[in-house]
């Protein structure tokens, strides 16, 4: 069976092809800005019922989330909503005893957490503290929560974090002053407060106060701002809080020394568990019974796309070891199971993000579930129960059996939505790419294709550069758009790219223009030479962050290889860009040193070098908000092509960071990305 056939098939009635004979439509922005979203998912402890949030935007646009609750004993049972507040409910997990759910939510002006419970009866405020609850986590037993808060290392309780922030808003001069970087981080100035970890017990009564267990830290926890309180866990026994964090030093830009932490949940000093590693640790794991702790660890210090190792530490003994040292993947998730001793793990592979089962006492690995995107919510005694997502399909919750069978639909939030609209097929494909090595990728047809007619290409390059355009759905860079629009998608996993093993991911390193560049234009003449409704002859290539460093990339070193460019955020001088970055590990590990270490290197793949021979069409955007690629890349770039005479328009988003998040703005990428690539592919 084709890959397109099974993630068809298990997209269930709402995508199922007797619900696509009602004339679906070809798929378009307004669609998937209106498409329901599944968040905040999680498992009850008996494994009966399982809670998560929705978020639905009608026909006009106008947009609520709420929490539902679904039996997962009762085969076809529906959810059953269970807030109906204006605003927003996040981060629900269940009570100890399955009956109450906590989660957060801002119904009066500040993120608190809330209780409600199963029984009947409205949500009770569990905390009323002065600054905003951003997240939290449950001890085992019940009885206690680590919330994080953002406060001022400097305060000695909340009410003086509330008054500076309250006194910083009202201040009437706008200089910031700083003595040393990180200066702004993603898309935030630094303010000079940090994220956080109290303990309060939860005892009945509302929580006013909470110990800063981390109290005096002039770093973050969790680190900011991808990470969340899966970097944070109690010790089963309740007696500690172990969280991922850098120790304070002045070179938080350029190192990626994150440790694991051991604090006592009265406070006081914190001890370093993995000292000896001066590289990234990762997703702190208790098993159930307290005997063992799993976590992640890279082993190259300032790497950040290193391979995540899976390590396990015996409490009683003290031994650690390296679980299944010879699996080349990089393990994203931890989730042990009902035995204590077996983990079950996600991780990239080939494209897709699989369910893998891994024996921590030999190191077997086994692959579970290896279709679309996969998230793992919670096990029970004989079932995972994870978040699926496809090029076809949304997300919604499934669940499989321990052997890798009985794989079952749990959730259908879009069927309706999904019943309307009609996606194009897709399938893998393969070549030979760099040094004849093999290289992956995918295609996807145009929705409303026709055999024997030829389509232009949407040639759509991945940033990262360590990443990958899989079998996933996006809310952002959606391929199965440019499908609706009559393209034929190609896109290529190129040498750099994760989920291929770590030489793979390693080799673009230091070879920024070499091997990725190579495998792109192979791959290009491989896919339209096996795929005849591919016209080469009408291509657009496209792509942010590396990908658009990758347009500019092109314009100077494949200048015939394209009828138009679209370049989001893409780096367009390196020696201004290492100097405007905010995360310097990043292009320092890239590039083998700082800019005046290894010159020669950033000016060998500098675009800015072959601007002699640009000449292709671009369509340049960027966000204001931009601080991983600041937007003056792109102002360069546009005001190059505009001096030559080279056909090129300019789309800037002010409140935009290095992604478009704002529907109306996402509407309008994607009008000004399509009318650039038709004006330039279907004359």
């Known amino acids: ?319 650690e070891k390296e679980v299944a040292p010879l699996w080349d993947r990089s393990a994203s998730s931890l989730t042990f199971g009902k035995d204590n001793r077996t983990l079950y793990v996600t991780a990239q592979d080939v494209g897709q993000v699989t369910i893998f089962e891994v024996n921590t006492q030999f190191g077997d690995v086994k692959t579970l579930y290896n279709e679309g995107s996969n998230s793992i919510v919670g096990v029970t005694a004989d079932k995972i129960i994870f978040k699926h997502k496809s090029l076809v399909q949304p997300g919604d919750l499934h669940s499989i059996n321990f052997d890798g069978q009985g794989l079952q639909q749990l959730t259908d939030i879009n069927s309706e939505k999904l019943a309307k609209i009609k996606f194009g097929e897709f399938e893998p494909f393969s070549f030979k790419g760099w040094n004849n090595e093999e290289v992956h990728g995918y295609w996807i047809k145009p929705s409303n294709f026709k055999a024997g007619t030829q389509y232009p290409i949407a040639f759509l390059v991945h940033g990262g550069p360590q990443g990958s355009f899989g079998n996933s759905f996006s809310s952002r860079w959606n391929a199965q758009l440019w499908a609706g629009a009559g393209y034929g998608v190609v896109m290529i996993d190129f040498h750099g790219s994760t989920g291929y093993g770590q030489a793979f991911t390693d080799s673009i390193s230091k070879d920024w223009g070499g091997k990725p560049l190579e495998d792109l234009q192979k791959g290009l003449a491989a896919v339209t030479k096996q795929q005849k409704w591919l016209d080469s002859s009408r291509t657009c290539a496209l792509g942010g962050s590396y990908g658009g460093y990758m347009m500019n990339w092109i314009q100077g070193n494949w200048s015939d290889g394209f009828n138009c460019l679209v370049n989001h955020a893409g780096l367009f001088d390196m020696r201004s860009m290492y100097y405007v970055t905010e995360e310097l590990w990043f292009p320092e590990y890239e590039f083998g040193g700082t800019y005046d270490e290894n010159k020669d290197l950033y000016e060998k793949f500098n675009p800015v070098n072959y601007v002699e021979n640009w000449k292709t069409p671009m369509l340049i955007i960027h966000g204001e908000q931009d601080f991983r690629v600041p937007y003056g890349q792109s102002l360069a770039a546009f005001t190059l092509m505009q001096r030559k005479g080279i056909p090129s328009e300019l789309l800037i988003y002010p409140q935009e960071n290095h992604w478009i998040l704002n529907p109306d703005n996402l509407e309008q990428w994607y009008a000004n990305v399509l009318g650039w690539m038709d004006r330039w592919t279907k004359k």
Not at 60 to 88: R, V, W
Not at 154 to 168: G, H, N, R, V, Y
Not at 177 to 193: A, G, V
Not at 264 to 283: C, F, R
Request: aromatic share 10%; proline share 4%.
């Open 1 to 319: 069976m084709k890959k397109t056939a099974i993630i068809l098939a298990l997209a269930g009635a709402g995508v199922a092809m007797s619900a696509q004979a009602s004339s679906p439509q070809p798929f378009k922005v307004q669609d998937l800005v209106k498409i329901n979203k599944l968040y905040s998912s999680a498992l009850s402890n008996d494994g009966n019922n399982i809670v998560f949030g929705i978020k639905k935007t009608d026909t006009k646009g106008k947009a609520s989330s709420d929490i539902y609750i679904q039996d997962l004993t009762q085969m076809g049972s529906k959810p059953k909503q269970l807030t109906f507040a204006a605003g927003t409910e996040h981060s629900a997990v269940f009570s100890a005893d399955d009956q109450s759910v906590y989660f957060l939510a801002s119904r009066d002006g500040s993120s608190q957490l809330y209780q409600l419970p199963l029984t009947g009866g409205e949500a009770r405020q569990v905390s009323d503290l002065p600054l905003d609850v951003e997240g939290f986590k449950l001890s085992q037993d019940g009885k206690q929560v680590v919330l994080n808060m953002r406060v001022f290392p400097d305060c000695q309780d909340l009410q003086c974090s509330e008054d500076k922030f309250t006194a910083e808003a009202e201040r009437k001069s706008t200089g910031r002053e700083y003595k040393q970087l990180m200066i702004r981080h993603w898309d935030t100035w630094s303010d000079h407060s940090r994220s956080h970890l109290f303990v309060a017990q939860l005892n009945g009564d509302k929580i006013t106060t909470a110990v800063d267990v981390t109290a005096g830290l002039d770093t973050e926890t969790p680190p900011k701002p991808f990470s969340g309180m899966e970097e944070v866990t109690f010790t089963p026994d309740g007696k500690y809080v172990v969280y991922s964090a850098k120790a304070p030093s002045n070179d938080q830009a350029w190192i990626t020394n994150y440790d694991l932490w051991q604090v006592p949940v009265t406070g006081g000093d914190a001890v370093n568990l993995t000292e000896s590693n001066k590289a990234w640790d990762a997703h702190p794991t208790y098993s159930a019974d307290g005997r063992y702790l799993a976590y992640l660890a890279m082993t190259k210090p300032g790497f950040e796309a290193d391979r995540y190792r899976i390590m396990l530490r015996d409490i009683v003994t003290g031994q």
